[in-house]
T-cell receptor, first 113, second 109 residues
Framework: NAGVTQTPKFQVLKTGQSMTLQCAQD?????MSWYRQDPGMGLRLIHY???????DQGEVPNGYNVSRSTTEDFPLRLLSAAPSQTSVYFC????????????FGPGTRLTVT | GQNIDQPTEMTATEGAIVQINCTYQ??????LFWYQQHAGEAPTFLSY??LDGLEEKGRFSSFLSRSIGYSYLLLKELQMKDSASYLC??????????WGAGTKLIIKP
């Protein structure tokens, strides 16, 4: 099992550009989520999904879109990049139930200039 | 509001014991997680507590007191590889994780 995979690992964008961060998991998990991690702050939830075709907003959804057409894939789209979106982005998946741990992808380091 | 507090940084000596504290305030509570995150890497799961008391797992133990919104992670026989950030996260009534900013643990020889 590959677990949770993310691409790319690093990305530099100019202000106003758009891009998609890819995330895939092979553990058949229904729950998937996207976080951003900034220095001195906890992980902040951007969007999440409880199954194919179902997505919802987290704490900081503005400027990001998601879709979940399959159980495996959960891409995150930046619509018009801004310097405030410079961050490390983690995708995670989780099995059913509150006690189940989240499995994280390796992260994408995004810089917006 | 919802809040998780943990120290920003701690230093300990190789071979010693260290306790990392976490206090939380959430709307509802469905358990508390501890994750380890090495620099430049993703968080990895360490422990989960939902009932009061101590859960031991090798060199690591985690304690929970729901009545006072308090948890700690205890690391024994510290090794250099334990140098990392330790993230505390509480699950609220909507089963969403509320994350602390993490405690950076520095191990000195």
């Amino acid at each position: 099992n590959a677990g949770v995979t993310q691409t790319p690992k690093f990305q530099v964008l100019k202000t106003g550009q758009s891009m998609t961060l890819q995330c895939a998991q092979d553990m058949n998990h229904e729950y998937m989520s996207w976080y951003r991690q900034d220095p001195g702050m906890g992980l902040r939830l951007i969007h999440y999904s409880v199954g194919a075709g179902i997505t919802d907003q987290g704490e900081v959804p503005n400027g990001y879109n998601v879709s979940r057409s399959t159980t495996e894939d959960f891409p995150l789209r930046l619509l018009s990049a801004a310097p405030s979106q410079t961050s490390v982005y983690f995708c995670a998946s989780q099995g059913q139930g509150a006690s189940y741990e989240q499995y994280f992808g390796p992260g994408t380091r995004l810089t917006v200039t | 509001g919802q809040n998780i507090d943990q120290p920003t940084e701690m230093t300990a000596t190789e071979g010693a014991i260290v306790q990392i504290n976490c206090t939380y305030q959430t709307s509802g509570f469905n358990g508390l997680f501890w994750y380890q995150q090495h620099a430049g890497e993703a968080p990895t799961f360490l422990s989960y507590n939902v009932l009061d008391g101590l859960e031991e797992k090798g060199r690591f133990s985690s304690f929970l007191s729901r009545s006072i919104g308090y948890s700690y992670l205890l690391l024994k026989e510290l090794q250099m590889k334990d140098s990392a950030s330790y993230l505390c996260a509480a699950t609220d009534s909507n089963y969403q994780l509320i994350w602390g900013a993490g405690t950076k643990l520095i191990i000195k020889p």
